[in-house]
């Protein structure tokens, strides 16, 4: 079993900043690509920022220029740094591993972030 745990979402006010972790647990195995997503509500789920192994990050349109995913394969973690954030940026943000050779996705469970003033 694998589980993905995010952490550091919270309350900010526009313009300002949040970084979110997302910690991997269980029979990992090889870590293709790590990523964020994020889902507001009446949305549907759509990709933040990806980053695939031994590769350049991928970003949204929204994300480039203010966010900036990094991982940490040692740890089997992922972070995504948001700055200048604005209230459409508000959403439930999950993290997504993909794993193996069968590249069968993982997600944790999400994390809010509030852009409100």
């Known amino acids: 079993q694998v589980q993905l745990v995010e952490s550091g979402g919270g309350l900010v006010q526009p313009g300002g900043s949040l970084r979110l972790s997302c910690a991997a647990s269980?029979?990992?195995?090889?870590?293709?690509?790590m990523g964020w997503y994020r889902q507001a509500p009446g949305n549907q789920r759509e990709l933040v920022a990806k980053?695939?192994?031994?590769?350049?990050?991928n970003y949204a349109d929204s994300a480039k220029g203010r966010f900036t995913i990094s991982r940490d394969n040692a740890k089997n973690m992922v972070y995504l740094q948001m700055n200048s954030l604005k209230p459409e940026d508000m959403a439930v943000y999950y993290c997504n591993f993909v794993l193996g050779i069968m590249r069968l996705n993982y997600w944790g469970q999400g994390t809010q972030v509030t852009v409100s003033s």
């Open positions: 269980g029979s990992i195995g090889s870590v293709y690509t």
């Open positions: 980053i695939p192994r031994g590769a350049t990050p």
